[in-house]
Structure formats: C-alpha cells, structure tokens
C-alpha cells in the first residue's frame, strides 16, 4: 500500500499483550497463558528465531548445589548465598538484592522446567549448563504454542497506549503489510531487550533498537542505569560477514589464545596478574579486556579496523585445534562455517577483534511483581534495569526465564481483575500521524546515513571508555540530531509494505532517545563502577555513587533523580577505591567455586 | 559498512512491488567488493550507498546462519544471503512459489 491511499483501523483485543519474541516474552505468555487469561505476543522478527535470546551463548547459570541436585555434577559445596554474594560483588554493589535474591531463588526451578520441556545440553560445569540459543527458545515456543499463546511475527511496537493513567495497549507496525494495528490489551509485558543497534560493532541481532524502552520512557515510566552497557571483547571487527560475531571471545574464554597490539606487544601483559587471570578466565573478562583493548586503539596501537590481534599464543596447534573442535566440531559456531578463521589462526594470519556493544544492564525500573510505575505495564529480561547492577556475570538467558515468569504471572493476575480498558483515539491518531511523517515528506535526511553517524559516535563517545570531553561533545551532538534531524527522516520509497528505511527512521527515534539519556546518565556518574569507566573519574566512589540514576519524562521534559541502591543481605563497603584496585579486590572477593561465572 | 574495494562485480537483483502493480524485472548495480564479503553485505552496501528503495530482509536479521530470514536463490541456488560469500557477478531472486511482498521480501511458509 502506498501512503495516503488508506488509512488501516485495525484493531485486535488481548488480556495480556506480550511485546517481544525471545526468552522473556515467550516465558511470560506461557505464565499468563497457564493461568487462564488470553495471552497475544508480538514478536518483532519471528518468533523464536530472533532477539538477542537466539544469538546467546547459551548457558544457563544457577548456584552449583541446585545444579548438583538436578542430576549435573554441579558443586556441591556452593550455595545459593555464595551465588548471590558473586553477583552482587561482581556488580560492583549496584544490583537490587531484592531481585537478585529472586533470581538465585527462581533459577533451579526454571532451568528444571526448561530440561522437563526438552531442551538439550551440551556440557556442563559448576554453575552453569551450556545449551544453545535455539533449543531453548524452540522449547519455549513448543510450551508457548500448547498454551494457546497467539502469535503474531513481524510486528514492531510504536508506543504504548495509555489512558487515565494506566496501560491499554499499544500502537504497532506490521512491517511486511505495513499496516499500522491498534492492540488493546488489559496489561502489556515488555520484553524487548536490548539497544544493541545504537552502536556499531555490535553483538546482537539486527532488530534490537530498544523499541520497548523507548515507549516505556515516553509513556513515563522510570528508566534507570542507562549508563552501564556491556562490551564484549574480543568480537570479530573483519572481515564484513563476521563484525559483531562474538566467537573469538568464545575461544578465548574456554580454550586459551594470546591479544597483541600493531607492534606485537602482549599488552594485558601489562596489568596486575591476578586481574589478567581471573579477567580472562571469567565473564568479567568483557569489561577489563575491552578497556584494555580501547586504550591500546586509542593510543594509537590498534588494528586498522579499530581492535587488536587475537593468536593461537604459547599453546600447540593440534592441542588448540582439538580444544576448539570440542566445544565446536569442524569448526562450527551457530550456523557459522569458522574453518577459514581455523586456517588464520594456524598460519598466523591477523584476526582483528575489539569491543562489541552486548549487553545493556540499565532499562526499565520494576519492583520484585515486575510491574513499572505506569498501571497494567510490566517488563522482563534485559529491557529491565538493577538486576546485574553495574557488571553482568551470570546468565542473561536465566534472567529472561525468572522474570518472564513473574512479570507474566502478575500481568495475568492484573488482567483477571481489570475491564478491558477504551483507546484513546485521539492518541493513536497522532501517533499514526507521527509514524507516518518520513514516508510523507517528500526530502529530507537519509535514515542509513544518520544512523551510520550515530553508531559510529556512540561507540567512540559512549564506548567502554568515557570522559567528560567525549560525553558533553556527544551529548550536544545527540540533542542536535533529535532537535535538526530525526525530524527531517525521509524515505526515498513511499511503499508502506516492507519499507526498510521508513522501519530505521522508527527506529532511530528509540536509538537516539535512548543514547540521550545514556549520555546523560554516563556524564552524570562522575566515577568508575563495573562497565562504565571514566578515564578523568578512575575511581569507585561508595561513599556518593551506590545511587541509581533514574529517569522519567513529563510533559516532555527529562526529570533525573537519584535512588540508593536497594540493600537486603549484603552491605557494600564505604570509601573511594582507585578502579583497577576495586576490580581486583572485587575479583578476590569471589567464592571459591570454579567454571566461568 | 565501507570497505577497500578489490574489484566491481555486477548485482542482478528482481524487483517487483506488488503494490503498485508494476512487474517484476531485474535491476543491476555495479558493487564493490572484497574479500569475506557475504550477499547480505552486498545487500547492505546497495541499500546504503546506491539505491535505499530496495527491500530485502533485515529487520530482524540474525547474520549467524539460523534464522533463516535471507532465505534467497543466488545465481539460481537456495542460499543464505548471510553465510554466502561471493567475489564474482551474482543474481537474486526470492524463492519460486512464495508470495513476494516486495523485491527479495517475501511470504515465509505462504505459498503463491
């Protein structure tokens, strides 16, 4: 359909609108679904077989006692109270116990559902169960489907509907049709993960533009910790095909191998050894060797595609090879043929790997029901903020099933007692108004192009280094682009159905709103605590930042306040501690329980 | 992305939008390549630098090899566009028997 030939009214009714198609909105509609109400996801891409959930590792953390009672070797000796200290230290002290405790409480129970549901595990070690991305989510998706859960794919969400306070829907484009459909619901769950799109490299897959956040934010719901984002290091920066493939990172992790800058120099060499140790044998890795990795480029000793050299190392080829074909036989990652990054390896060709944006720790508040601040709206997975608190290093894939589970059973609960509510038409008038403005206007700015500009400079300004310099620059610049030239997005097709640039003119609404606040956030927090690190602040400051950055729009403005951290088992030292000192005294802090996490 | 170009190939793509009841014909764009170059980032590279009209499926696009969305028939062989390197002249067709939504877009799992 062409613009302006008609105007789509189409309605469709649900008790629980689920928005997103990975692990933590097929979770929370099998829960609403389970407990009686009529439960529709919306899933961006297909469902099941997009979002970030398919492209996860993917293990499943839990405390090694209960991996050990569910039949796994495990380790015994763990606890759930040794669990949550690590999670809790290894997040520098900004997680919310209360969800923590949630998470170390909830995930045997649903790890045990998903091995009762079929899922198939590869291997296993202390804490966690290593399975794929895939066989999780077909295992949901096969729950989900006898659960009578509807699906709909290919469905972006535009904003959320909000009438007298509370939620009512939402407003969502059928991107192959290109009809723009009003969903009415009682309560909606949003589950829409990560922003991954606002950089580039960036690890995830291609639809994460942070739509659900976004609309929480502009329907007034508090957003917290935007400042701290994950960077995987050591992801593959070329050829073109593998940017943001994560596999090296992988290798790294569970086989070995050496990181040289331009003059061959083994730069970690340069660090406190225990903090190279345990910063490259665990998942805290992705912080420390992403900073090391964006110092070596920003002194001038990088790769020509902005990253460092990873090697084979000390180790034998055969021995390196046979480890490799282990955990990956002939070489194969997902559906990645790797044997040509095999053959690199072994002849000493360069592998060019550098920080990749992952993981978004901040997102969308909740309290332990998982509900927001807005009536009827709740959230789950990684669009939620607090659980992982400054660094993430348990299991996302765990996080998606644990909440999905309570934010579908609360939204369900919601439901069973709520009318269906009105929309509010004139609100959807000008939303459908808004959305349709780039295929209306007849020039303008070309939404590749700007999108291009502003991956580029968030991940040069907003990157896993910052200072104040590179945050103000970035922050008038990031106004200037949502004041001069979101505005001026133009398509060149004025097609409706599959319009590629109409869906990234949308979608750099959400990438610039959110890359505002993060900015913000980031220049705010004038210390160093888990990913965000400020080369003029290098220092963890417990006696002023155990706070939340908290942000709430209301009647257009941005309002900022700051939450102390919520406390419950584990009281966080006082003082200022050089960064690197806090990392390894944080490292020390670890229990003594083996494996990754 | 940009990259260093080793050579110019030729992209022959069939583009067809139903919604105007036009035809469908095959449209050719002299591309630059290098090597580790997949039909997915040729795609990509047209769609950002010669003609930003072009539908292919990307919204949701997982570029590992299991989503299964760049589904395509490359030089007349079913191929994901993303694990399918090339360095020579290609074509690109969505597969025969499905409803095309527009250009390489079309109807998973729905017949013609």
């Known amino acids: 359909m062409v613009v302006g030939t008609k105007a789509v009214d189409k309605v469709v009714d649900a008790d629980v609108l689920v928005v997103g198609g990975g692990g933590a909105g097929l979770r929370a509609a099998i829960e609403a679904s389970e407990r009686g109400v009529r439960a529709l996801l919306i899933s961006k891409g297909s469902v099941a077989r997009s979002g970030a959930s398919l492209l996860a590792g993917a293990d499943l953390t839990l ?80 729950r989900a489907k006898e659960m009578d859960v509807d699906i709909m794919n290919d469905i972006m969400v535009i904003d959320l509907l909000i009438k007298d306070g509370r939620v009512s829907g939402a407003l969502g484009l059928d991107i192959k ?99 190279v140790k345990i910063g490259t044998s665990m998942e805290w890795n992705k912080s420390f060797v992403s900073i090391a990795t964006a110092l070596e480029v920003l002194e001038g000793r990088g790769s020509p595609h902005g990253g460092v050299y990873y090697e084979v190392g000390d180790m034998a080829w055969k021995e ?20 040509e990054l095999g053959k690199m390896l072994k002849d000493g060709r360069p592998v060019e790997v550098g920080p990749a944006a992952e993981y978004f720790e901040g997102g969308i508040v909740v309290n332990e029901k998982f509900e927001t601040n807005i009536s009827g709206l709740y959230a789950a997975g990684e669009c939620t903020a607090s659980l992982f608190g400054a660094n993430r290093v348990a299991a996302a894939t765990t996080e998606m099933l644990v909440e999905g589970t309570i934010a579908g059973r609360f939204a369900a609960d919601y439901a069973k007692k709520s009318e269906m509510p009105d929309i509010d038409k004139k609100q959807v008038d000008k939303l459908q108004e808004k959305a349709i403005l780039p295929l209306k206007l007849k020039e303008g700015i070309k939404p590749a192009e ?148 | 992305m940009k990259y260093m170009a080793e050579k110019l190939i030729k992209v022959k793509i069939l583009r067809f939008n139903p919604s105007t009841n036009g035809k469908a014909y095959f449209q050719s764009y002299d591309v630059p390549v290098t090597e580790g170059v997949s039909v997915l980032d040729i795609l990509d590279f047209i769609y950002e630098n010669l003609d930003s009209g072009l539908a292919y499926y990307d919204h949701a696009a997982c570029r590992h090899g299991i989503c299964g969305g760049c589904s395509l028939v490359v030089n007349g062989k079913p191929s994901l566009a993303c694990q399918t390197l090339i360095l020579g002249d290609i074509s690109v067709e969505p597969p025969k028997n499905f409803k095309v939504i527009r250009d390489l877009v079309y109807k998973r799992g729905e017949l013609k």
Request: with cysteine; aromatic share 10%.
């Open chain 1, 177 to 275: 049709t290109g009809d723009l459909i009003t969903f009415r619901s009682k309560a909606v769950v949003l589950a829409t993960g990560g922003w991954h799109k606002a950089y580039s490299p960036n690890a995830g897959s291609r639809e994460l533009s942070g739509d659900g956040v976004a609309a929480a934010y502009r329907a007034g719901a508090d957003l917290a910790n935007m400042e701290f984002v994950t960077f995987c290091c050591n992801v593959l920066l070329w050829p073109p095909n593998w940017r943001g493939i994560i596999f090296p990172y992988l290798l790294h992790l569970l086989v070995g191998g050496k990181l040289v800058n331009s003059k061959g120099e083994d730069f970690l060499s340069k660090y406190d050894p225990t903090i």
């Open chain 1, 63 to 142: 405390d090694g006692e209960s991996l050990h009672n569910l039949g796994f070797p495990g380790e015994p000796i763990d606890t759930k109270q040794k669990f949550f200290s690590d999670i809790v230290t290894q997040g520098f002290y900004l997680n919310n116990q209360r969800i923590v405790e949630i998470y170390v409480e909830d995930a045997p129970k649903r790890v045990k559902e998903l091995l009762d549901w079929g899922i198939k595990v590869g291997f296993a070690e202390e804490r966690a169960i290593f399975t794929s991305g895939s066989s999780i989510l077909s295992a949901l998706l096969k």
């Open chain 1, 320 to 339: 390196f090879e046979s480890r490799v074909t282990k955990y990956y036989p002939n070489w194969k990652y997902k559906g990645i043929d790797f044997s």
């Open chain 1, 450 to 597: 700007l999108l291009r500009n502003v991956q580029q400079m968030a991940y040069e300004q907003l990157g896993p280094i910052r200072d104040n310099n590179g945050l103000s620059e970035f922050v008038k610049y990031i106004e200037m682009v949502k004041k001069d030239q979101l505005p001026k997005l133009c398509t060149v097709s004025k097609s409706m159905n599959y319009n590629k640039e109409w869906i990234e003119a949308l979608e750099l609404e959400n990438i610039v709103q959110l890359l505002e606040l993060s900015a913000k956030s980031a220049l705010m927090r004038t210390e160093s605590r888990g990913v965000h690190y400020r080369s003029d602040y290098a220092w963890t400051d417990n006696d002023n930042w155990l706070k939340e950055i908290v942000l709430r729009e209301d009647a257009g403005d941005l309002h900022v306040t700051k939450r102390p951290v919520i406390i419950t088992i584990l009281m966080p030292p006082s003082g200022v501690t050089p960064y690197m000192e806090m990392v390894k005294k944080l490292m020390e802090a670890h229990s003594e329980i083996g494996g990754h996490h």
